[in-house]
């Protein structure tokens, strides 16, 4: 825990950004009738019967010091999605940078391991040496950002039925799109000091 929340407290630095990386999945539910738009005394109705079309696995990565994100749509969440996005992270968005500061959570296909399963052993670890990973604690994903985000996601976005991975996909750009523009950010204020008083109890005893 005190490891994000260092992470969290370091300064802007360009060649080392900090990003916080979460995942979610959704379902996609079609229509078996259309449904009837609002009229004046008259709200949104639907079917109540649906149609069941997969599920489709939604990476999202934010920086919470430049107000960025990005929100990947894929079909599966194993090991070599999570090492195409990492790649599309630092070798598309990042770039320029020495080592992004990556926060997540401790899945089993969120290691270095997943890029050597994705591609040849140099560029995987060409990839490797350019993350420098923090994993948030067991039953800590809470200290995530990037959880924050997919939580306004889901509630400004994926609270209603979508029926394909290409509507996921264009509704998903619509609302990430504005975001960045207004380069919205999370106002954290839970530190290292906070913690220690705040969850004292979870800290082993010392006897002197």
């Not at 926060?103 to 052993?121: E, K």
């Amino acid at each position: 825990m005190e490891d994000v929340l260092r992470v969290y407290q370091l300064p802007y630095d360009p060649d080392y950004p900090q990003v916080c990386l979460d995942e979610t999945s959704k379902q996609l539910i079609g229509e078996v009738a259309a449904p009837l738009p609002c009229r004046p005394g008259q709200p949104y109705r639907y079917e109540a019967h649906y149609l069941r079309r997969g599920v489709c696995q939604l990476f999202l990565w934010y920086e919470p010091l430049a107000g960025r994100r990005r929100v990947a749509v894929r079909d599966h969440k194993g090991a070599v999605d999570w090492a195409e996005v990492i790649a599309d992270l630092l070798e598309v968005h990042y770039p320029k940078a020495k080592k992004v500061r990556l926060v997540m959570d401790n899945l089993n296909t969120h290691a270095g391991g997943s890029l050597y399963q994705a591609f040849a052993p140099a560029r995987a670890r060409a990839l490797y040496e350019r993350l420098e990973i923090h994993y948030t604690p067991k039953q800590g994903s809470w200290l995530n950002m990037a959880e924050i985000e997919l939580s306004v996601l889901t509630g400004q976005c994926l609270d209603r039925r979508i029926g394909t991975k290409e509507q996921l996909v264009r509704e998903v750009a619509a609302w990430e799109r504005p975001r960045n523009e207004a380069a919205a950010q999370i106002d954290w204020r839970f530190t290292t000091d906070k913690a220690r008083i705040r969850l004292k109890k979870l800290y082993p005893t010392i006897i002197t």
